[in-house]
């Protein structure tokens, strides 16, 4: 384009650069990138694991669950307060990168496990009246790192790899698997743009690659 600018300066049909690369520039989306979900055995597995309770804590339980049911970022989910959840119209609102708020839908029986770790585990803990959700034993406020740990732990016993953002992106390939258009979806994670969510999660595998062939 620069250059077709100069080229119209140089026969007489413009008078000045309009066009400047630096400014001007197009950003394209490199290959797409590969990322890492739960198949859904695994998913399966995990949410098994964790309704037994000989296995995990409610508090846990509902880590797993709002990770994978709702796509937030590890750091959102610690930052989670009580007041940010209307049980009335099931919706989590989040709070994200740079101060950016979402609204997100909740499962009812998500609501439920919310109310049931309210009423249970967390109102005998020495920090029930913290604003926060989630609360440990230490603090107020679940740490990354407690959440980290939790994960490997029960991935440990399940024998595959669980981390949060793993889960993350679980949430975000099972919505587009089903149907779900992808600004939807961009908006539930709360991606910058479309594109974001559109260069990581518009991939077929193999596998899915050759069912939709022998559709024809």
């Known amino acids: 384009m620069q250059a ?22 197009v950003k394209i989306a490199s290959g797409r990138q590969n990322v890492n979900v739960l198949t ?70 998500l609501i439920a496990k919310i109310r049931e770790y309210l009423k249970g585990e967390r109102s005998q803990s020495k920090f029930a009246e913290s604003k926060y959700l989630l609360v440990s034993q230490r603090n107020e406020k679940m740490a990354r790192d407690t959440i980290n740990t939790l994960l490997e732990e029960i991935g440990a016993d399940l024998e595959f790899k ?8 679980t949430f975000c390939t099972r ?16 991606h910058q743009s479309i594109l974001t969510t559109s260069h990581f999660y518009i991939s077929s595998s193999r596998k899915q690659k050759q ?5 024809l």
């Open 4 to 25: 077709y600018n100069f080229y119209l300066i140089s026969k007489g049909m413009a008078t000045e650069q309009v066009v400047f690369l630096r400014k001007d520039q």
């Open 40 to 109: 859904d055995e695994q998913v399966n597995r995990l949410l098994f694991y964790i309704q037994d309770h000989q296995n995990t804590s409610q508090r846990n339980e509902l880590v797993v669950l709002l990770l994978l049911y709702t796509g937030v970022r590890v750091s959102e989910l610690c930052q989670i307060k009580i007041q940010d959840i209307d049980f009335f119209t099931s919706e989590l609102s989040i709070y994200g990168k740079g101060g950016k708020h979402r609204e997100v839908p909740l499962r009812n029986d």
């Open 162 to 169: 669980i981390y949060p953002h793993q889960l993350r992106h």
């Open 175 to 190: 919505l587009i698997h089903k149907g779900v258009d992808l600004t939807t979806v961009s908006r539930l994670a709360g």
């Open 211 to 215: 069912e939709a062939v022998n559709l």
